[in-house]
């Protein structure tokens, strides 16, 4: 369906989401798709723009997914966990979610290669809620489903999410 398309990341694909979504880069540059309608990004990137420059003029609500232990791997980048929160903290003017998985890393939304990383014994759990909330999110914005909304904006979701992290929204009234 041509007509409602999301835009999804992780890392450098998060980079790529946050471009499409809307992010403001130096020198006033974007590359905003407007056929994209929300978008999920899995550990956030900051911005080398002013934050409220580079996230005050988001154009599509945005799902922003990280783990305290969100740190980028060593010669990747400098980004450290907690500032995979600046775009969610300085993104306006649309809805936007944060959940924040406490213990998860960069390979919690990457996935976990067999014998070249850990298991965390988490990792099903978190699958499984990174599946159900970024649904109900798509299914909210790319289907207007009622139930979706419900459970996303409601007490399910974050009931669920409770058990793993912490979950904040902010929903633009009267668009």
């Known amino acids: 369906d041509l007509k409602h398309l999301a835009?999804?990341?992780h890392s450098f694909g998060a980079v790529t989401t946050q471009a499409i979504c809307g992010e403001v880069y130096p020198g006033g540059q974007t590359f905003t798709d407007?056929?994209?309608l929300c978008g999920v990004v899995m550990s956030p990137q900051p911005s080398t723009n002013a934050p409220a420059v580079a996230f005050g003029?988001?154009?599509?609500?945005?799902?922003?997914w990280t783990g305290t232990k969100d740190d980028?791997?060593?010669m990747v980048s400098n980004v450290r966990a907690n500032q995979r929160r600046n775009p969610f903290d300085a993104t306006a003017g649309v809805d936007k979610y944060l959940v924040i998985l406490t213990g998860a890393d960069e390979?919690?939304?990457n996935g976990r290669v067999p014998?070249?990383?850990r298991p965390n014994p988490n990792d099903a759990a978190w699958d499984a809620l990174i599946g159900?909330?970024?649904t109900a999110f798509l299914d909210k914005y790319l289907k207007s489903d009622a139930a979706a909304?419900?459970?996303?904006?409601g007490t399910g979701f974050p009931d669920d999410v409770r058990k793993l992290g912490t979950f904040e929204k902010k929903l633009v009234a009267n668009k």
């Open 115 to 117: 014998g070249a990383s």
């Open 7 to 9: 835009m999804a990341g």
């Open 57 to 64: 003029k988001m154009a599509v609500p945005l799902f922003y």
């Open 34 to 36: 407007s056929r994209v």
């Open 72 to 74: 980028a791997p060593q």
């Open 107 to 109: 390979l919690t939304f």
């Open 132 to 134: 159900k909330g970024a």
């Open 149 to 153: 909304a419900k459970y996303l904006d």
